[in-house]
């Protein structure tokens, strides 16, 4: 995403950068599925210089041109019907979450809107936070798109300690995944926490490239992570929205927590985040242990939650 803080937002064509992620994305899933997958036949003694499919292969299966194709793989997406970038999908094998990150980026190529120097700061409603708060039993948090942590209750605070360990707020999951050393003790199964992560920060900038506090993110990340940057060539984009986060708390051990998001209307990218255990189970009883925990320990972090009088980030602290 480098190119993309051009202080004036005047000096080249905006669209320039969503067609470059077009490129990229369209590249990378073709590269992925094989011509046996795609049921194409193969020829004895054929030589083929890549892996994956070729753009005269996606074109076949996509039904449309071979020029057509190409133009489109360089990013040039006007006039695209829905027809297009459906057999575009079915070609390249696109899950939900590719397909609509492939719609996002193709509506960016065609918008002429100058990018935003800085978004509106993201808030969260007093009725909100009161809904998190009367969840004593379950851990609960408000996300942003990009994984800052805009508000929390009680025992999220306490499960999360180790993301609010970190100084900058607000505290954000993919900064402590990729930049702390305490992220693959907390995460017992850190290498999906960290494709999850990527991939959704993906998914988030296809929905805007000039969000600034997410580019400012992500070259955060990149500079300072190997691993980070790694990842986020591969493109990869996925809707993380239920599963079971397999955690170690510093205080109680293990736990097996399922969970579940929930989107708000609030926006912009704005989701509620909640964390439960299987009734009786260990981690049922290490989650009741943390939070008698959480009860009494007066280190966690108290800051006064996010409300329409509170922004969740002043855009005062750097991150």
Known sequence: MAGRDDPNGTSRDIRDDFRAEIREFLGTR???????????PLYGGERRRVTGLRREEVALLA???S?????????NATGVSESVIEGIAQALQLDEAERIHLLDLLRGAGTTRPPRRRPAQQRVRPTVQRVLDSMSGTPAFILSGRGDILAANHLGRALFSPVYADPVRPPNNARFVFLSPHATDFFRHWDEVAGDTVAMLRAEAGRDLYDRRLTDLIGELSTRSAEFRRRWAAHNVRMHTTGVKLLHHPVVGDLDLPFETFPLPDGPSQFLLTYTAEPRSPSQDALNLLASWAATDDDI???TPASDSQPADSGETPD
């Open 63 to 65: 039904g449309i041109s």
């Open 301 to 303: 972090d108290q800051s």
């Open 30 to 40: 073709r590269a992925k599925v094989t011509p046996e997958q795609a049921g194409l």
């Open 67 to 75: 020029e057509y194709y190409t133009r489109l793989e360089r990013g």
